[in-house]
């Protein structure tokens, strides 16, 4: 089976994006990630709940969690405004995007060992450089695990 196979058309998001749009596809329970694509279909980078909600927090509370309690329920509205003005490409981290994707003729093998060295949950799958889908973990780890 080939990668081709098993992809998926995810949101995807330009990197001009704004940052509030990102998190707007992200925050839908069925979204565990989305694709940040140029103007030339070419991958910018996998973008998470995870690295969100990182890009969220404080820096302070990633630093020292006893310092998450000083943070009430009210925060909402600031870690909101933390987004403003951020576009999704502010959102990525600054390495990754190159080993976040396969060519559609990969085995799920190397799709797997793509998501590992990339430590994403969803890569992207492009044919002749552009990104045409992508595979999540969950449905990567389907195929793998079904006898």
């Known amino acids: ?7 998926i058309s995810p949101p995807i998001v330009g990197p001009d994006a704004p940052a509030t ?15 940040v694509v140029d103007a030339d ?3 910018a980078g996998v973008l998470t709940d ?3 909600l990182r890009f969220l927090l404080p820096p302070y509370v ?6 998450a309690g000083v943070l009430e329920e009210e925060a909402a509205d600031a870690l909101w405004r933390r987004l403003e003005g951020k576009r999704a490409s502010d959102l990525l981290p600054e390495d990754g995007a190159e080993n ?5 003729e990969a085995t799920l093998i190397e799709v797997a060992s793509a998501m590992v060295e990339a430590d994403v949950p969803m890569v ?18 389907k195929q793998l695990l079904t006898p």
């Open 1 to 7: 089976m080939k990668a081709r196979d098993v992809m």
């Open 21 to 35: 749009e990102a998190a707007r596809l992200l925050a839908d329970p069925e979204v565990r990630g989305l694709l």
């Open 41 to 43: 279909e070419r991958l």
């Open 50 to 52: 995870a690295m969100l």
């Open 62 to 67: 990633a630093e020292a969690e006893p310092l």
């Open 100 to 104: 976040a994707e396969v060519n559609s």
């Open 124 to 141: 992207a799958v492009r044919e002749d450089d552009r990104v045409v889908g992508a595979i999540t973990l969950n449905s990567l780890l």
